[in-house]
């Protein structure tokens, strides 16, 4: 048995996972029941939100650890999926190690990448799509989609200005989609500043971040489930200012 390969499949499978914004619970069961089905009796997962630690040990004695540290990321369903389902084929079937390997390595290779005009697209289109939910017209379905795609803009291509850091560039967003919605009703294209500016912050509430958390204080994962919840914390109250600045800033003007 090549342990070294084993773990590196493991270790390579999980930091997937957890790239693609998968629950602890479903990155350590995953990876476990991995090194089970290759025949190792108590093989040990741990993972936090940014680390995977993966440890076996061989049959002499001797600890063998990999770890995976994990950088900032979002959620990828498209990912998470074809993750779920390779580790589901390579337990029910098992095949050689490089064969293994090979798959798992090209995950990322086989994951379709959206042009970003069609990114663009649906930075538009998810806020007007919203705004009938705040009872909001077609004008403001209007001025929804054009502020979508300012925020699409900023996060795409805003980054070399603006920064990584999440917090700020989250508050950057949610000003200029409140400053543009205040600017573009008071220029009489749309009906209701709120309607707008709520509809287009939709795309920057961290949901599944959150829900992710609730689910993880479910299943026992307590730290993860606190530096989530942490994490979509800052990232609403970097909403809100940001929305407060944007309508101070768009009142001044």
């Known amino acids: 048995m090549d342990y070294d390969k084993l773990l590196n499949m493991a270790a390579e499978l999980g930091y997937q996972l957890m790239y693609s914004g998968a629950e602890i619970y479903r990155v350590e069961e ?6 089970h089905a290759y025949g190792l009796e108590n093989p040990e997962v741990f993972a936090i939100p940014n680390c995977l630690i993966v440890s076996v040990a061989t ?3 001797h600890p063998v650890t990999r770890m995976r540290r994990v950088p900032a990321h979002g959620t990828d369903i498209e990912l998470l999926e074809r993750c779920n389902s390779l580790c589901r084929r390579l337990c029910a079937e098992t095949p050689p190690l490089d064969e293994a390997q090979a798959a798992v390595s090209a995950l990322p290779e086989a994951i379709p990448r959206h042009s970003p005009r069609w990114m663009l697209l649906g930075y538009g289109a998810a806020p007007a799509f919203f705004v009938p939910l705040f009872d909001g017209g077609p004008r403001d379905m209007a001025c929804a989609f054009l502020c979508g795609l300012a925020v699409g803009l900023c996060l795409l291509y805003g980054g070399r200005f603006i920064g990584a850091n999440s917090f700020f560039r989250t508050a950057v967003c949610s000003a200029l989609a ?3 919605a205040l600017a573009l009703v008071e220029t009489g294209l749309g009906e209701s500043v709120d309607v707008v500016t709520i509809s287009t912050l939709m ?3 961290p949901g599944v971040a959150l829900t992710n958390a609730m689910r993880e204080i479910m299943a026992g994962d307590t730290f993860s489930a606190l530096s989530r919840t942490a994490d979509a914390i800052l990232v609403a109250s970097a909403i809100a200012l940001g929305a407060a600045a944007g309508q101070a800033l768009g009142a001044f003007f």
């Open 59 to 61: 049959p002499q004695g």
């Open 178 to 180: 409140a400053f543009l």
């Open 30 to 35: 995953s990876a476990r029941r991995l090194l």
């Open 203 to 205: 795309v920057l509430v």
